[in-house]
């Protein structure tokens, strides 16, 4: 479950909204039952649920812990995808696999503008919490692929591009320097332009392949975002 910080006061913890209607109604939790709980900031705690109504659940906490924020960060730059459920599988997939900023942003090839922000931002809690992580990833909503690479100035910006030769396949190299955030590029269905592919490699990007076959946009994802495992 989740609660973020302020929902958390020393040994005591509350569920509200949909955390709570999830616990009391869907699993049908009772007083005494153990639940899990995340609070997105590194924090994991344990512990017995104390009273427990619709709209609230408290628990004792009887255990914490702490984890750090994994590194290298992992921030993914991903063009809108039109099909909604393409979109929402990438975004899924992107924070099971790890990515710790999700920005969507708009090019010249974007070809819906309208992205529901609310449903992305549930899909990534309950991929948060499917996966046993920590930290609460962000999705964003940025208008230009410049507004990307200027929101991330310390990072190292990777570009997947289907153009790029297979031999530029390899991705260990990024994740030496681990203090540095990686920020890997993957473009809406349409692809690049060549201009916005110049414009990145002029601030730095770095291009790569993801092999010799053209992926959709959300595979691109999965392929790309699988290469930085830990
Ligand atoms: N430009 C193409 C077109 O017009 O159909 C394809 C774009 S592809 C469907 C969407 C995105 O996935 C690309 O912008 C790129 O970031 C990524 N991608 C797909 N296949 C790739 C590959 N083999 N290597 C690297 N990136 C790839």
Redesign the pocket.
């Known amino acids: 479950y989740y609660a973020p910080p302020a929902q958390i006061h020393g040994t005591a913890a509350e569920l509200l909204d949909q955390e709570a209607r999830h616990a009391s109604k869907v699993m049908r939790a009772r007083e005494g039952d153990q639940l899990v709980i995340v609070d997105g900031k590194g924090g994991r705690y344990e512990g017995p649920i104390r009273r427990i109504t619709k709209q609230s659940v408290q628990i004792e906490i009887q255990e914490s812990q702490y984890f750090d924020k994994p590194q290298p960060e992992l921030l993914l730059g991903m ?1 809108i995808i039109k099909k909604r459920d393409r979109l929402e599988f990438a975004v899924e997939k992107a924070v099971e696999l790890g990515a710790a900023h999700i920005a969507l942003f708009r090019s010249r ?1 974007t070809i819906k503008e309208n992205v529901r922000m609310d449903r992305l931002e549930s899909i990534t809690l309950s991929a948060m919490k499917q996966s046993l992580r920590t930290w609460r990833p962000e999705v964003t909503l940025f208008h230009s692929i410049e507004e990307v690479i200027a929101s991330f100035p310390e990072a190292q910006c990777v ?4 153009k ?1 030769s ?1 031999s530029k396949m390899s991705f260990a190299h990024l994740a030496e320097g681990k203090d540095q955030p990686i920020l890997l ?8 332009a060549d201009a916005e592919v110049d414009k990145m490699v002029d601030a730095g990007a770095e291009l ?10 959300e ?2 994802v999965v ?2 975002m699988s290469q930085f495992l830990s």
């Open positions: 063009g090839r570009l997947a591009h289907e790029v297979p590029m993957v473009g809406p269905e349409g692809g690049f790569a392949s993801l092999g010799s076959h053209r992926l959709r946009a595979t691109a392929a790309l």
